[in-house]
């Protein structure tokens, strides 16, 4: 039965193999691989085991293996099974296959020195965009779930807070005045790209607003298959929200890093206020989105905003949750968080 097993498998990679010829077919393999590609990484393990198109090297068959395993993908399991990638010895680091360091580290922090605006470094990959039905339901506009690899991006660990915003305008829009560490609330997606603007004329520094794609995957802990950004408990979670454990905060803002981050390092990313995002929206976007990088930037007279509110229930929490609002709309229940261009390595 292992020798039917291990037969097939390497048939199916050598089919793909030989139809891309043996080198180009293992470079697309290691490339795939390295931008987070969990089929692929299955199948350069296998291209290692077996030495088709590489020197066969068992050691890196039970790197790639396990990374895959690491990111969720039952097919690495049954691969380490199968060959018993376990017997081969060797610390499966960075190193293990030359794979180039990171230019940053995930999870690292930056403080923008102007601002003070502290982000986190999220790394890039693949992951599946869209609802799964891990929460017990899917909204149409968020299917088809669809395969989406991002680049490592910069966001902010706390939504914007009311000083922040008052240190750049002059001027404090929120319904909720309580302190500066409150997020800044009642601003449109006008007011917001006005804020932008200004922020790089006073520090030279190219700041947006996240994609939609790139908010869901940083939600999601790095585009893990996980119904809310802190995992799966749907009943009263410890966030900011209308049926959430919030203790005496019910029915207003909470102050930014009020509850526990998700593993990322980011809070907020359920509950407190909904955040705009950059995207057109398009309740059909997905059916027609690119796999790298996407925007939608069709014509349309809404915004995407993610992440519910204070008053939301928790299935407006999902990472997968998907509403709109008006550009020019103003509401104690919508604010917003930075991504930072950085290129100083």
């Not at 950059?278 to 989105?289: E, M, S």
């Not at 007279?301 to 990472?319: A, P, Y």
């Amino acid at each position: 039965m292992k020798q039917l097993v291990e037969s097939l498998l390497v048939f199916g990679l050598s089919i793909s193999l030989c139809l891309a010829g043996n080198n180009d077919g293992v470079s697309s393999l290691i490339e795939q691989s390295r931008q987070g590609d969990t089929r692929a990484m299955c199948d350069l393990a296998l291209a290692y085991y077996h030495g088709d198109g590489v020197l066969k090297d068992p050691f890196k068959a039970k790197c790639w293996a396990k990374k895959a395993h690491d990111q969720g993908s039952r097919r690495a399991g049954k691969i380490w099974e199968e060959l018993s990638l376990w017997q081969y010895s060797g610390k499966c680091d960075l190193s293990f296959d030359d794979e180039p360091s990171p230019q940053y580290r995930s999870g690292e922090r930056y403080r923008e020195p102007v601002t003070g605006i502290i982000f986190v470094w999220v790394a890039g990959g693949c992951f599946s965009m869209g609802c799964h039905g891990d929460a017990g339901r899917c909204e149409k506009n968020e299917m088809p779930a669809h395969r989406v690899c991002l680049d490592g991006f910069w966001m902010a660990t706390f939504e914007v807070t009311q000083g922040q915003w008052e240190a750049v305008m002059g001027t404090n829009p929120s319904r909720f005045v309580l302190t500066p560490e409150h997020p800044v609330e009642q601003v449109s997606f006008e007011d917001v790209r006005n804020f932008i603007r200004t922020l790089k004329a006073d520090t030279g520094v190219e700041f947006s607003l996240p994609t939609e794609a790139q908010w869901e995957y940083a939600c999601r802990n790095g585009g893990r298959k996980i119904p809310y950004p802190w995992g799966k408990e749907a009943y009263l979670p410890e966030e900011n929200c209308g049926t959430c454990n919030v203790g005496t905060l019910r029915g207003r803002t909470a102050a930014t890093g009020s509850f526990l981050p998700n593993d990322m390092g980011l809070y907020d990313m359920g509950g407190n206020v909904r955040e705009w995002c950059r995207d057109v929206y398009d309740k059909n976007a997905y059916a027609t989105q690119s796999p790298d990088n996407p925007l939608h930037r069709k014509e349309g007279k809404e915004r995407v905003v993610r992440g519910g509110s204070f008053v939301d229930n928790t299935d407006s929490l999902r990472c997968s949750a998907r509403q709109s609002a008006i550009p020019n709309m103003k509401s104690a229940h919508i604010g917003f968080r930075l991504v930072l261009k950085r290129e100083d390595r």
